[in-house]
């Protein structure tokens, strides 16, 4: 739809007739002429006549160009179609384990046994679509850990992301205390939401530089919320009889119980997407939203017509002299 910024400034149109009737014109004085005998000599000389320099096409290039300047000057934009726009949201940052216990293929989908990374990728990526109007971002961590994906309302990118990730990228080992300390970092920049930490390993601390109660700590004075979700199936449900978990619990439950959040245990794939079906109980989607139409300057467009139709009128004007 285009609209005009500054419409009344169309009053202006009718300024050029206003200024010819209500001024007076230029008194245009002649010399006196001068009395030579041999006058017969020039009268072959023409004398230059006001009137016969106005022509039509001057006079309609100077209308086109006053219209298109007025135009420009009120500003015309294209608006386009409303857009909705959360009013406010949340920051959910999701901090996945890439150490090597992750290769246990210890979970189904379907008729096939998978890896804990394969299955928190399917169900998380589910989570990730449904939370429309809220910013996403993901660290992953093993031995240190890195930020993915910066806080982002694109939930395709971040899935892309998730999808991209390997067991081992960020090292064998478990940094806990170091992906909780990053995710601080990132949410703690943003002011206005509220912010949320889903933390889900399957082991225990046992790498970084960040103490995991001092990192609990910190982010309960930030105000983030931080659910604990331990992966990994119970010894007798593991297709590997010889595996021992090293899932650490008590660690988990308390960073949850700091935090004010809360741990949870996905034993299988059905608890994981029981899980983030609590979540989204927990965090509810804002149904909020404010409406955004982009905008598109078209001054540009009538500026430059007005410009050409004057120089042609000018040049015109100077060729009929």
């Given at each position: 739809?285009?609209?005009?910024?500054?419409?009344?400034?169309?009053?202006?149109?009718?300024?050029?007739?206003?200024?010819?009737?209500?001024?007076?014109?230029?008194?245009?004085?002649?010399?006196?002429?001068?009395?030579?005998?041999?006058?017969?000599?020039?009268?072959?000389?023409?004398?230059?006549?006001?009137?016969?320099?106005?022509?039509?096409?001057?006079?309609?290039?100077?209308?086109?160009?006053?219209?298109?300047?007025?135009?420009?000057?009120?500003?015309?934009?294209?608006?386009?179609?409303?857009?909705?726009?959360?009013?406010?949201?949340?920051?959910?940052?999701?901090?996945?384990?890439?150490?090597?216990?992750?290769?246990?293929?210890?979970?189904?989908?379907?008729?096939?046994?998978?890896?804990?990374?394969?299955?928190?990728?399917?169900?998380?990526?589910?989570?990730i679509q449904?939370?429309?109007?809220?910013?996403?971002?993901?660290?992953?961590?093993?031995?240190?850990?890195?930020?993915?994906?910066?806080?982002?309302?694109?939930?395709?990118?971040?899935?892309?992301?998730?999808?991209?990730?390997?067991?081992?990228?960020?090292?064998?080992?478990?940094?806990?205390?170091?992906?909780?300390?990053?995710?601080?970092?990132?949410?703690?920049?943003?002011?206005?939401?509220?912010?949320?930490?889903?933390?889900?390993?399957?082991?225990?601390?046992?790498?970084?530089?960040v103490d995991?109660?001092?990192?609990?700590?910190?982010?309960?004075?930030?105000?983030?919320?931080?659910?604990?979700?331990?992966?990994?199936?119970?010894?007798?449900?593991?297709?590997?009889?010889?595996?021992?978990?090293?899932?650490?619990?008590?660690?988990?439950?308390?960073?949850?119980?700091?935090?004010?959040?809360?741990?949870?245990?996905?034993?299988?794939?059905?608890?994981?997407?029981?899980?983030?079906?609590?979540?989204?109980?927990?965090?509810?989607?804002?149904?909020?939203?404010?409406?955004?139409?982009?905008?598109?300057?078209?001054?540009?467009?009538?500026?430059?017509?007005?410009?050409?139709?004057?120089?042609?009128?000018?040049?015109?004007?100077h060729r009929?002299?």
């Amino acid at each position: 739809m285009l609209e005009f910024e500054w419409a009344w400034l169309f009053l202006l149109l009718p300024l050029p007739l206003l200024i010819r009737r209500f001024t007076k014109p230029v008194k245009q004085y002649r010399e006196q002429a001068l009395q030579v005998p041999f006058l017969d000599d020039f009268n072959h000389v023409s004398i230059s006549n006001p009137s016969k320099h106005f022509s039509w096409p001057i006079l309609l290039f100077s209308v086109i160009a006053w219209l298109a300047l007025v135009t420009a000057v009120a500003r015309p934009v294209m608006v386009g179609e409303s857009i909705n726009l959360p009013m406010k949201g949340r920051n959910i940052m999701l901090a996945i384990d890439l150490s090597g216990s992750m290769r246990e293929r210890d979970y189904r989908l379907g008729n096939q046994w998978v890896d804990r990374l394969t299955a928190t990728k399917f169900v998380a990526s589910e989570f990730i679509q449904r939370r429309k109007g809220d910013r996403i971002g993901l660290i992953l961590f093993g031995d240190q850990a890195y930020l993915q994906t910066p806080l982002t309302f694109d939930r395709e990118t971040v899935s892309r992301m998730l999808s991209e990730a390997a067991i081992g990228l960020a090292g064998k080992k478990t940094a806990i205390g170091d992906a909780i300390g990053l995710a601080v970092k990132r949410l703690r920049a943003q002011n206005d939401n509220e912010h949320v930490l889903i933390l889900l390993t399957d082991g225990e601390n046992t790498a970084g530089s960040v103490d995991v109660d001092e990192a609990a700590k910190i982010a309960s004075q930030q105000n983030i919320r931080i659910y604990t979700i331990g992966i990994g199936a119970d010894n007798q449900q593991s297709i590997n009889f010889f595996q021992r978990s090293s899932l650490d619990e008590v660690t988990l439950k308390k960073i949850a119980k700091i935090t004010k959040g809360k741990y949870f245990r996905a034993r299988d794939t059905q608890e994981f997407q029981r899980i983030y079906a609590e979540l989204d109980r927990l965090e509810p989607i804002v149904r909020k939203q404010e409406q955004w139409r982009p905008r598109t300057d078209l001054f540009y467009l009538p500026l430059a017509i007005a410009l050409l139709f004057f120089s042609l009128a000018i040049i015109l004007r100077h060729r009929s002299l």
